[in-house]
């Protein structure tokens, strides 16, 4: 009996070791992201706050953690394998962070962050562990809001497609109307679809919800991806819909009750209309599925 019990001492000895040095290095590792990138992540939190086109950017942290617990049972039967590629994962991030600081780019030095998490997961635990968290890591690139040149090349064409969609959705159902540009003329009013009403605000904030809903309700890799695809072109058209509808009122109501739906009320529920064409386009996927 003694010789037992001085058997299994030591053997729970250096597992409880290990247990302890890898809380310390996990905490180390966290105080270091934390140091290495807080001047980056304060004036990302003020933009969440003070910018309403990007308050789902407090979610997104919220979300991709929910996601990585919901991968805990596969977790726990891997096994962790640390790979050498890490490290170069892990430069790069850095790498990216020096070269926004140096050139004023917080685009770069945001993603940065995610890099550097994929490579210390990678570093740490090996690929097994980064292909299961590959999502939760991959969904914080929707807290970034999208760099200025990106939103400048994208905002002109938007206006355009919405200005021409919903010219000619106004005159399928017969009202007098012609386009030059982004400019829409109607007899009582005209419609300037300016850089505020290009859509791509609701589009960025639409596809990451489309993919949580995808994520959430599809069990198969490409119903996910053709759910959250999905997401672009709802997204345009439910804008070139609000335009639409801004018209239709303007020429029967007046340009006072166009500008009052506009603003107050057409984008909630637009949007709304926009992800209830998400969820029936999840129901068709799913009754596939099951068929």
Request: aromatic content about 12%; overall charge positive; hydrophobic content about 60%.
């Amino acid at each position: 009996m003694p010789a037992t019990l001085t058997d299994t001492v030591p053997r729970g000895a250096p597992s409880g070791r290990r247990g302890g040095r890898g809380v310390v290095l996990a905490a180390g590792l966290v105080a270091a992201f934390v140091y290495l990138y807080l001047p980056v992540l304060v004036p990302l939190a003020a933009q969440w706050w003070d910018d309403p086109d990007y308050s789902h950017g407090f979610l997104v942290p919220l979300l991709s953690a929910y996601f990585a617990w919901r991968q805990r049972p596969l977790l726990a039967r891997l096994r962790p394998r640390p790979s050498a590629w890490g490290l170069g994962v892990l430069l790069l991030g850095v790498g990216l962070a020096l070269l926004g600081n140096l050139g004023a780019e917080l685009f770069l030095m945001r993603v940065s962050m995610v890099v550097v998490v994929a490579g210390l997961l990678l570093y740490l635990l090996g690929w097994p562990y980064l292909r299961q968290l590959a999502f939760p890591v991959g969904f914080l690139l929707f807290m970034i809001p999208l760099p200025a040149i990106v939103l400048n090349a994208l905002t002109f064409p938007l206006q355009l497609l919405a200005a021409k969609l919903s010219t000619t959705a106004l005159q399928l159902v017969g009202l007098p109307v012609y386009r030059e540009g982004n400019v829409i003329f109607l007899p009582h009013i005209t419609l300037e679809v300016v850089e505020a009403c290009s859509g791509i605000r609701s589009l960025v904030s639409l596809s990451a919800l489309a993919v949580v809903f995808a994520y959430l309700t599809q069990a198969v890799n490409w119903k996910r991806g053709l759910l959250a695809l999905s997401a672009i072109p709802i997204a345009i058209v439910a804008n070139a819909f609000r335009i639409w509808g801004s018209g239709v009122l303007a020429f029967f109501f007046g340009p006072r009750v166009a500008e009052d739906f506009y603003h107050t009320f057409a984008g909630w529920l637009v949007f709304v209309v926009a992800f209830a064409l998400l969820v029936l386009e999840g129901l068709l996927l799913s009754r596939l599925r099951r068929r």
